[in-house]
């Protein structure tokens, strides 16, 4: 089965840029998402079809996708950044969630 | 606004079956797929299937196929996740989202214990 690999945790200074991979076989082949979740909340859509931002999501958040990577980036990160990110794709048509990451603002 | 609204926590014996609802408001239900995502107490996410309201056409993860069936009301805006032969390993939060943008329902608390 497909699978998606990220990075347990990422720390990151208030300010600084922020950035998460997420690695699969052919990954730049299909499109990636990003996810973020807070403590106790429901995951949010930051990113979609690899580098589009939703509706109301700060322009901090962005991404891209190439080879086996994909890559969310949060230019000057806010405390209010810190959360679980969890990015995901499709392979044939299942979704597949990477293994999460904990972007800690220190 | 668009909102997904679950039912509520649910505690069920090993070998049981539960069914989670989800209904949709703020939008047109039959437009967009639900997809189901558990998420086991301090783990990951994890994709379960998808169901297009319009047609009733389904897709589950192998690792579910068999046990999990979702169907949905499309007089109520409600879509149904219904998981079988339930055990420890199934105790999770369950949520429906719409599509891939969103929004999540609140998430449903299943707990399997004997």
């Known amino acids: 089965s ?5 990075p347990p945790s990422v720390s990151v200074s208030p300010g600084q840029t922020a950035s998460i991979t997420c690695s699969g076989d052919k990954l730049g082949d299909k499109y990636a998402c990003w996810y973020q979740q807070k403590p106790g ?14 509706s109301g999501i700060p322009e901090r958040f962005s991404g891209s996708n190439s080879g086996n990577t994909a890559t969310l980036t949060i230019s000057g990160t806010q405390a209010m950044d810190e959360a ?4 995901q794709a499709w392979d044939s048509s299942s979704g597949v969630f990477g293994t999460g990451t904990k972007v800690t603002v220190l | 606004q668009v909102q997904l609204v679950q039912s509520g926590a649910e505690v069920k014996k090993p070998g049981a079956s539960v069914k989670v609802s989800c209904k949709a ?3 047109t239900f039959t437009s967009y797929d639900i997809n189901w995502v558990r998420q ?6 994890e994709w379960m299937g998808w169901m297009n309201p319009n047609s009733g056409n389904t897709g589950y993860a192998q690792k579910f196929q068999g046990r999990v069936t979702m169907t949905r009301n499309t007089s109520i805006s409600t879509a149904y996740m219904e998981l079988s032969s339930l055990r420890s390993e199934d105790t999770a939060v369950y949520y429906c989202a719409r599509g891939i943008v969103g929004p ?3 998430g449903t608390l299943v707990t399997v214990s004997s």
């Open chain 1, 41 to 54: 909340q429901s995951p949010v859509l930051v990113i979609y079809q690899d580098s589009k931002r939703p």
């Open chain 1, 2 to 6: 497909y699978e998606l690999t990220q």
């Open chain 1, 84 to 87: 679980d990110y969890y990015c």
């Open chain 2, 25 to 27: 408001s703020g939008y």
């Open chain 2, 104 to 106: 999540w329902g609140q």
């Open chain 2, 40 to 45: 086991a107490t301090g783990q990951g996410l």
